[in-house]
């Protein structure tokens, strides 16, 4: 089982259809307002989760009588989207699609890369994605791969403080052994120089695929 997960944040309708359509029918989980977007634009909804204090009266009402849901108490220790995010982890699918995670609110932006170690330390593949980035936070050795690369640029930030022994090949830039704190942009915008390429590190490490 795929799931995909749709917040209140920046939402686009062609990269819904296209990941909707990638994750070949997921199980769909509306996250607040992010649950009006796909009513408005036809996605099959499994379950909506929220306190649904970012959509009008109506909008609550047409979706907790329609929809399975779950209303959270607006005053908690999660936000809506950890909530939902280990609701979906709880039901162990082999991948996780974020979407609606960017846009204005930074916090909250952060925040959801943040998570995404949720998803990893417990075996499950989890990107947050938007029109130009698709996000992962990972460990170990990953293969990247130009045929299948979200955008031209491939950036690696340390998850904490540092990242240690950071080794890449097959990319413009490699390196070997590099220990990357948060306080330097030195594995911004980096790119595949082969076919595949590999990013490897024993530390927690955000990689970013974006383009223009």
């Known amino acids: 089982m795929k799931i995909l997960l749709v917040a209140g944040g920046e939402l686009d309708i062609d990269v819904l259809r296209e990941t909707y359509s990638s994750l070949d ?40 009588s329609g929809i399975v849901s779950e209303k959270l108490n607006p005053v908690k220790d999660d ?26 609110r930074m916090d909250h932006c952060l925040a959801c890369v943040g998570m995404l170690r949720l998803a990893y330390d417990a ?20 293969q990247m791969s130009a045929a299948d690369s979200y955008g ?24 070997e052994g590099l220990d990357l704190t948060a306080a330097e942009a030195r594995g911004v915008s980096n790119e595949l120089a082969d076919e595949i390429g590999s990013i490897s590190c024993d530390d927690y490490m955000i990689i970013m695929e974006t383009r223009d």
Request: aromatic letters at 10%; a negative charge; hydrophobic letters at 35%.
């Open 25 to 64: 029918n997921p199980y769909v989980i509306g996250i607040d307002r992010g649950t009006i977007f796909l009513m408005e634009n036809g996605i099959k909804i499994d379950k909506a989760i929220g306190d649904f204090d970012s959509v009008s009266d109506e909008e609550r009402e047409n979706i907790l």
């Open 79 to 104: 936000t809506d989207t950890e909530h939902a995010l280990k609701y979906a982890i709880s039901l162990a699918p082999e991948e996780i699609v974020m979407l609606g995670c960017t846009g204005r």
């Open 123 to 142: 075996g499950i593949e989890a990107y947050i994605i938007d029109r130009y980035n698709r996000i992962r936070v990972t460990r170990g050795n990953v």
């Open 152 to 175: 031209k640029y491939i950036s690696v930030l340390p998850y904490g403080d540092v990242a240690r022994g950071i080794t890449i090949n097959g990319f413009k830039y490699n390196a």
